[in-house]
């Protein structure tokens, strides 16, 4: 009834039925009949009784009138709705009961003006920090004399589109800004403006058009960042970044929280379900492939050691009993399989999923280097919750700060009714045949259904995600060196990937080393099968300051070598004792030779 009551407003009056004036005020009913159900009682004496006077007594409120109206024309619904009224007007006491379970003791229908507030803030400081990362990395990668030249690919871009005739379609297929230049200049000048644009949505200025930005910019480097910007957090981003173009209010100006027109009810569901995809997909992709690590609950024996890029608190982490690890494993694969099930339940559980979610993303930062994965992930928590939740954990003077205001009427500006809607039916129609591709279910799908598929895939920003399904158990590390006479030869170190096993492992915090994490995947092949490494060495036996730049330690600072070559070997960690006796993290055999040696042709020795 209290929420009912905060709905309706001083619209509505309120008597309970042991109030002694009811019988006199309405002769004509019994108490009898009051105790049974909501009476709601019109000006000019006409009663309704249960589904429809609740249903009545909302639409006093024109947002929620809609109610009433499916009442009044559905009489399918109206059965139901008075079914499952009489139902629990029979059992009011289990449904008390079961109402305090789920819901607390907030009564009141949630708010979100602080969850949207502190939501889009966390964005744009992850957009911050996948901005920053990349400025210090892409000339190295994808500029003029980077690894994968971007103004390379948008020639072949061009010369596909003439040969296909593809005209302003090329924009569509090909989404990316480098259309207009794809200099060194104009790559680090995208990266400053998506620094500045996430610093004026963490300030709150024209938060809006700047998400919109954000994202464009963001989907124009990913498109000719090729490898280095494929991972799936790079699509998780654009994905959520896309959405909160549709949550934000549409002011220009900052404003309190509580000031800001309502936020959009299906943009908050269409976060929730896109982290419970996330969740839940990752944990379907780890039992469709089958593997054994997964299935024996020893994952985590390996992946401290073998993930991407080790910190030394995984090192620390791989040292536990095997007992701990597999319970860690197990609480891992629940919080992926069935805890996102409780985003679609009542506040409670919600606010239970969101807990172990966020516990799960913490345990993973504190133990491993996944970029801005985790932090964005923790960002989609924050839907889960709504003000009430947010301001339990604010100063006691801060707290109620907003409810004792005075509400003042809300702006008018906000999101379309359709627009929000045509969201929703390109993400329910994309995320059904992703999941029904990821649970190898096959079915028919309308034909609309697949063109929108087709139409958004080159957006990047409707995905399926299945993070970490195959648990890699031996670690092999590329090992590059350099030599000017082809007998003795120096080694190239990384900042963060393994290489002389005395240092210990390091932690890059939200900063993803993009060819370090790259090269990681490329030991799992072969150099055939990653051509952008032959390219690596080139640039380093020419010399490239850009990419030079992207390495810890050059053993040859005055010239370039004249041979490159790269070895594979096994990696460890050491033990304790191990460790404690010899001073290094890590023990390493060589494995073979990945790439033979590899030296320019005369006369070819600047980048080019």
């Known amino acids: 009834m209290g929420r009912l009551r905060h709905t309706t407003g001083p619209r509505v009056d309120y008597l309970p039925f042991q109030d002694p004036q009811i019988p006199i005020q309405f002769p004509g009913l019994t108490g009898d009949e009051f105790e049974t159900a909501v009476h ?62 789920l819901w607390g003791r907030q009564v009141k229908p949630p708010t979100h003006h602080l969850v949207r507030w502190l939501f889009l803030r966390a964005l744009g400081i992850v957009y911050l920090i996948a901005f ?16 994968a030249p971007a103004e390379n690919l948008m020639r072949f871009a061009s010369g596909q589109a003439a040969a296909n005739h593809a005209g302003l379609e090329r924009y569509h297929l090909f989404p990316t800004l480098c259309w207009f230049s794809a200099s ?26 700047c998400l919109f930005l954000l994202w464009l910019i963001y989907l124009s480097l990913t498109t000719v960042g090729g490898v280095f910007l494929g991972f799936q957090w790079d699509s998780l981003l654009l994905e959520t970044g896309f959405m909160a173009v549709f949550l934000a209010p549409l002011q ?64 620390y982490a791989h040292q536990l009993p095997t007992p701990v690890l597999k319970t860690a494993t197990l609480l891992a694969l629940g919080i992926e399989l069935a805890i996102p099930f409780l985003i679609f339940l009542p506040r409670r559980p919600r ?36 003000d009430a939740a947010i301001r339990s954990f604010l100063p006691i003077r801060w707290q109620g700060g907003p409810a004792r205001q005075s509400p003042a009427p809300p702006p008018r500006l906000h999101w379309p009714l359709p627009a929000t809607l045509a969201l929703a039916a390109v993400v329910a129609s994309t995320s059904m045949i992703q999941f029904f591709a990821l ?35 031996n670690r092999q590390e590329i090992i590059i060196e350099g030599s000017d006479d082809g007998v003795k030869w120096a080694a190239y170190e990384f900042r963060s990937k393994p290489g002389n096993p005395e240092r210990c492992p390091g932690w890059t915090a939200a900063h993803q080393p993009r060819l370090e994490w790259q090269l990681w995947f490329a030991a799992l092949g072969t150099c055939q099968q990653n051509p952008w490494f032959i390219q690596f060495s080139t640039r380093l036996l020419q010399g490239s300051p850009e990419v030079l730049a992207l390495l810890k330690y050059n053993p040859f600072p005055s010239a370039p070598p004249r041979f490159i070559r790269a070895e594979l070997y096994d990696y460890k ?36």
């Not at 060194?184 to 000048?189: G, H, P, Q, R, V």
Request: charged residues 15%.
């Open 132 to 147: 920053l990362s990349l400025w210090t990395q892409i000339t190295g990668l994808v500029g003029h004399r980077g690894i």
């Open 40 to 101: 709601l009682i019109l000006p000019d004496g006409t009663a309704h009784i249960g589904a429809g006077a609740v249903f009545r007594a909302l639409a006093s409120n024109p947002d929620e009138h809609w109610l009433l109206d499916l009442y009044e024309h559905s009489a399918a619904f109206a059965s139901a709705s008075e079914a499952g009224y009489r139902l629990v007007a029979r059992n009011r006491t289990f449904f008390s009961a079961a109402t305090r379970v």
């Open 252 to 315: 220009l100006l900052p404003q309190p929280p509580w000031r800001e027109a309502d936020p959009s009810r299906i943009v908050l569901w269409l976060l929730r379900w896109l982290l419970f995809r996330l969740l839940f997909e990752s944990g379907m992709a780890k039992l469709a492939v089958k593997d054994p690590a997964w299935s024996s609950l020893t994952a985590l024996k390996f992946h401290f050691e073998t993930q991407p890029l080790p910190a030394w608190t995984g090192w």
């Open 351 to 386: 606010l239970l999923a969101a807990t172990l979610t966020a516990g799960l993303q913490a345990l993973i930062l504190l133990t491993g280097n996944c970029g801005f994965l985790n932090w964005l992930t923790l960002a989609l928590c924050l839907p889960l919750l709504d």
């Open 184 to 209: 060194d200049s104009f790559l680090e000048f995208q990266c400053a403006a998506g620094t500045a644009l996430a610093v004026l949505v963490i300030i709150g200025l024209a938060q809006a058009p």
């Open 573 to 608: 960690f050491n033990t304790h004792a191990a460790q404690s006796q010899t001073g290094c993290w890590w023990q390493r055999k060589r494995r073979g030779i990945y790439l033979p040696p590899l030296s320019l042709p005369p006369g070819q020795t600047a980048p080019g």
């Open 439 to 473: 649970a190898r279910i096959t079915l028919r799908h309308p034909d609309p259904a697949f063109a929108i598929y087709r139409w958004v895939a080159p957006l990047r920003s409707f995905n399926s995600y299945g993070l970490f399904a195959s648990m890699t158990t």
